[in-house]
């Protein structure tokens, strides 16, 4: 099985399956600090050798996507992300459903 990154939120359920599990959690939402670089290194250390791994922070939207992606590009791999836009994918949906109506609406109203 080729190496895989995945972000997930501990919130929204148990991690995914995978051979390393990341919990950065406790993470400064500053990922320039000198902790982060060892997660890095973790994170493509297991990747490159041939391993998968997920990494969860509290609700999959933020500290995990970036360094899922930031290891992924760094390696020409895809990250998958669980829980990045599940939550506002919904709400834009919800909201554009709700602004269609009130044009048509508008539009009915002037003919």
């Known amino acids: 099985m080729p190496p895989s990154v995945a972000s997930f939120g501990y919130a929204n359920g148990a991690p995914p399956e995978a051979d390393v599990v990341i919990d950065v959690r406790g993470l ?14 973790q994170i493509s250390d297991a990747l490159r050798q041939g391993q998968s791994v997920a ?7 933020h500290r995990s996507v970036v360094l899922a992606n930031e290891c992924a590009k760094a390696l020409h791999l895809t990250p998958t992300h669980r829980d990045k836009i ?16 009130a044009l048509h609406t508008i539009v009915n109203y002037r003919r």
């Open 28 to 41: 400064s939402h500053d990922l320039s600090r000198r902790e982060v670089s060892n997660i890095r290194t």
């Open 55 to 61: 990494i969860g922070c509290e609700y999959g939207q």
């Open 86 to 101: 599940s939550k506002p994918r919904e709400s834009r949906r919800q909201a554009s459903a709700a602004l269609t109506k």
